[in-house]
């Protein structure tokens, strides 16, 4: 895993993924008591910056086997990511979700041209189903963060991060990243080692599934006890990946970690000051430049905004914190 | 009026107003069974494309004159365009609005560093009001639309549709505009007219404050019979300007109406598969593209969604219509 890999991904996200901009605005400058600047991935393809790693993957496989078509687990980001990815490609992909996801997920996934094989999650084993659809069909196993092209489709947020940075000006600032396995925060970290070492990348998780934040504090990956529960669903996995974490390990920290209610409080603020809308796991880093700021160095911090996908009865809530 | 002043305009916001981008999404092509492109001007500095026509004309003021200020009367997406950009550009901003305005509006508005004069509607005459103001303290009166500087800015909107457009591959295109008194309509039909006669510019208004597409249908200035109690009140104008009617009826046309109703469903539509906050006046343009195809030509909309200044009431009123 290395920046030229994430560079290549660049190279193929090129006018395909979009390039998300930095916003500001002085209200958030206001609550924060410093420049923030937001990275709104949830205005990528699908909702989320889930596309750019599954457009990554898919775009590096040799053609033959990319013919065949790909699968995925997962009832979330990582899903429509890689199902738009596929159909965009012009190959089938197959994602495994359990039967009791939302239907409207399993709608949407559908939607986007992905064949959805449903499992029960009490008695059946995705792995094992996906084991076996993907040996008879030649299918490739796209992993949602655990994956060298994953993390280099990923880290292209990052050398977008560095080069717009740059060209506002800034020298020194935190970049705070929403973080789940750690895909999307060792890739941009490698990113900003390489394009912009001012930079540093700090994971923050919600309370309560903090691992990535345990594991960087004690040196060794850690796991959280609750695995399900939280709101930010999105960002919340058992532990840190074999391969993302010695990077995080080496380049980013130290971990912050936020409470729902500061998740949703972000929301309404992005709702109300920069018309975005968030999910409440891609509001986290958000969170933590607003209402963390005692945990945070320097004049300017850069927050990433990971996803917007988000059901209406949830983003009521958010709106609920602004009254 | 000519497209020198929008060039000359773009060259003055260049790196202070954002260049927006043109998002899609497949599920929105499916409602409209054609390809939509969506402007988001909600991403705009201060939620709505009306930065663009108070920086431009700001920036165009001879210094001395720009120094003693600016005064403005509106209670909505122009007092704060042109609050932030006088901000921005160090020199004070009147804004005038009436005392019965929302008061989070003038809250916004003061903390955008303009000085609220508040009137009474009832017993008060706001323009007297201004000319006082603006005789004592020799400020310089920023009309919201009939304003050639504020045309010019708005048109810079219009430059950035079409030399995407154009990197898009897009030939020929139905442009919707959310429409009010023209200022934005008129400046991006002058900015298409120069650099991409292909698109043809089509203003949407709320049913019952049709003006400007009925002043298109006679060829002459029509007005509102009504002139409050619309939920798109941002695009609620008596009538189109004297400066931006001859524009939109050389290049403009024909005009369409929507109801509240599909407005609040666009936006229900942005928050879900854009991700993105718009205003009900902001979104009848998408309502447009998204619900009237049958008035639309080509395989091609693009649609301005103009302002995202709406409350969390108003925003939970358009959640409802996913359920």
């Given amino acids: 895993m290395n920046i030229d890999m994430i560079r290549a991904a660049a190279g193929r996200l090129a006018g395909h993924a979009r390039h998300t901009p930095l916003l500001c605005s002085p209200f958030l400058d206001e609550i924060a008591g410093r420049r923030i600047l937001v990275k709104p991935e949830c205005l990528q393809h699908t909702g989320s910056f889930k596309f750019r790693g599954g457009w990554a993957a898919l775009s590096a496989l040799d053609p033959a086997k990319r013919e065949r078509g790909v699968i995925a687990f997962s009832s979330g980001n990582h899903a429509q990511g890689v199902a738009h990815a596929a159909r965009l490609h012009g190959v089938p992909a197959v994602i495994v979700m359990p039967s009791d996801a939302p239907a409207l997920k399993i709608a949407n996934t559908r939607a986007l041209g992905a064949e959805v094989v449903l499992y029960d999650r009490a008695t059946e084993s995705r792995e094992a189903i996906g084991d076996r659809l993907a040996a008879e069909r030649g299918l490739t196993l796209i992993r949602p963060y655990d994956e060298p092209q994953v993390i280099a489709g990923q880290g292209t947020c990052g050398l977008e991060i560095a080069s717009d940075a740059r060209l506002c000006g800034i020298e020194k600032a935190n970049v705070l990243v929403c973080c789940g396995g ?24 919600p309370q309560g599934f903090d691992d990535v934040k345990r594991s960087l504090e004690t040196g060794t990956i850690q796991t959280n006890e609750q695995r399900i529960g939280s709101i930010c669903d999105a960002i919340v996995t058992p532990a840190p990946g074999e391969l993302t974490f010695p990077i995080m390990a080496r380049l980013c920290g130290p971990g912050l970690a936020v409470s729902e209610d500061d998740c949703l409080r972000a929301m309404g603020v992005a709702f109300q000051r920069l018309k975005l809308v968030a999910e409440p796991g891609g509001a986290a880093a958000l969170a933590a430049a607003l209402f963390h700021g005692d945990q945070l160095s320097g004049d300017t911090v850069i927050a990433i905004i990971t996803g917007g996908n988000v059901d209406a009865a ?3 809530k958010a709106l609920e914190t602004l009254s």
Same sequence: chains 1, 2.
């Fill in 182 to 205: 750690g895909g999307l925060t060792s890739g941009v970290a490698l990113a900003c080692e390489a394009d912009h070492p001012g930079l540093t990348v700090r994971p923050v998780e």
């Fill in 314 to 316: 949830m983003f009521s």
